[in-house]
């Protein structure tokens, strides 16, 4: 198995979007961007993951963290708005009310979500179990299994 903090799919689903969305992406880059998306993926060089994860973090939660616990001066001047608009997008991609409960379109294939709450701290026995409940199937090795590891969205 493999694990990805971001994914293409994240790209592609939720931020390049944003940036279309917003205005910092003209028509005819959208158009560009989409075209080239479909090409990489016309030729398999993004595998289709079993299951995504998403570790639900509210906008106002993870600008808190930014500020209080990231502490990089460089996100200071990251607006709550910007936030909000990506956590609508993260919500339309991955816990859209059109499809099945806990499934997303990935390449127009419907894939399984496992939804965490992002303001609880996750250890990384609890989200092995949470994993391994999903994809019973599979064999689960988290990289960062040590002893006291987290997780925290946002």
């Known amino acids: 198995m493999v694990a990805l903090e971001r994914s293409i799919f ?18 005819w880059e959208w ?3 989409c075209r080239m998306w ?8 993004c595998a289709r993951p079993d299951l995504v994860v998403y570790v639900r973090t509210p906008a106002e939660v993870c600008l808190e963290r930014i500020l209080d616990k990231r502490g990089r001066k460089e996100e200071a001047a990251i607006p709550l708005e910007y936030l909000q608009a990506l956590e ?3 919500d339309e991609w991955l816990a859209s009310p059109a499809l099945p409960e806990s499934q997303c379109l990935v390449n127009g294939i419907l894939t399984p979500v496992l939804y965490l709450d992002g303001v609880r701290r996750w250890t990384a026995a609890e989200l092995r179990k949470q994993i391994e409940a999903s994809l019973p199937e599979k064999t689960i090795e988290l990289p960062w299994g040590a002893r006291g590891a987290s997780l925290t969205g946002g």
Do not use: K, T
Request: charge should be negative; glycine fraction near 4%; hydrophobic fraction near 45%.
């Open 38 to 45: 479909d090409f990489i993926n016309s030729q398999n060089w």
């Open 10 to 27: 994240c790209d592609r689903y939720v931020f390049a979007l944003n940036c279309f969305q917003s205005g910092l992406m003209a028509e």
């Open 88 to 90: 609508v997008l993260h």
């Open 31 to 33: 158009q560009i961007y």
